[in-house]
């Protein structure tokens, strides 16, 4: 019970369907820090071909039909996918480690393949504001691994991907009707 509220909250206060249309049709999807696996039931029922999804959160995963859940980091998945998915991820870990990351996601995307990021636009401050409070309860409660709470800006993310060689880069805030600065950033191989 616990947990479908815990979905249903994330489901109601995140703009997953808006991340969504980012999927291409019939994709095999990498959901990298899947949490409760919600954007992966949504990859899934939409038509998505695979859905690999990976948290090293062993509290969050639980078997959810069609989708192949993986206990750990990214680096335990190997293969190629038609897109990435990293959503709400990247605040929790220290940004010298985002470049390893990308690139491990830069390298399993196949030719033409979609990373898709949902986070937080810190130059939003009132709204991300909100957030960091919410943050730090969720911290403090051990809801959410990892210690970090970075945000970069849009144009310092799209850089950022530029120079790690995706293509095609474009970011956009998602979140009018949240309480959340949500920003979605496409890029493709």
């Given at each position: ?7 249903l ?10 991340v ?10 990498l959901?990298?820090?899947a ?5 992966a ?15 090293p959160?062993?509290?969050?995963v ?5 989708i ?29 480690e ?5 690139t491990?996601?830069?390298?399993r ?5 979609v990373?898709i ?15 960091a409070?919410q ?8 809801l ?13 993310f ?7 060689g995706?293509?095609?880069?474009c ?19």
């Amino acid at each position: 019970m616990r947990d479908r509220v815990h979905i249903l909250l994330r489901f109601l206060t995140s703009p997953m369907l808006r991340v969504l249309s980012a999927l291409p049709a019939g994709a095999t999807l990498l959901d990298v820090g899947a949490g409760h696996g919600l954007f992966a039931a949504l990859a899934h029922a939409s038509g998505a071909r695979r859905v690999v999804a990976v948290e090293p959160d062993i509290r969050k995963v639980r078997p959810i039909a069609g989708i192949d859940f993986v206990i750990g980091f990214d680096d335990v998945i190997s293969g190629t996918f038609d897109a990435i998915s990293i959503i709400d991820v990247l605040y929790k870990i220290p940004i010298d480690e985002w470049d390893a990351l990308l690139t491990r996601c830069l390298a399993r995307l196949g030719p033409g393949g979609v990373l898709i990021v949902k986070e937080q636009d810190p130059t939003a401050r009132f709204k991300n504001g909100w957030n960091a409070v919410q943050e730090r309860i969720a911290t403090a409660l051990h809801l959410t691994l990892g210690q970090a709470f970075t945000y970069e800006t849009p144009a310092l993310f799209k850089a950022r991907l530029e120079r790690l060689g995706f293509v095609d880069v474009c970011t956009r805030r998602i979140d009018f009707g949240y309480p959340h600065p949500h920003l979605l950033c496409v890029a493709r191989r």
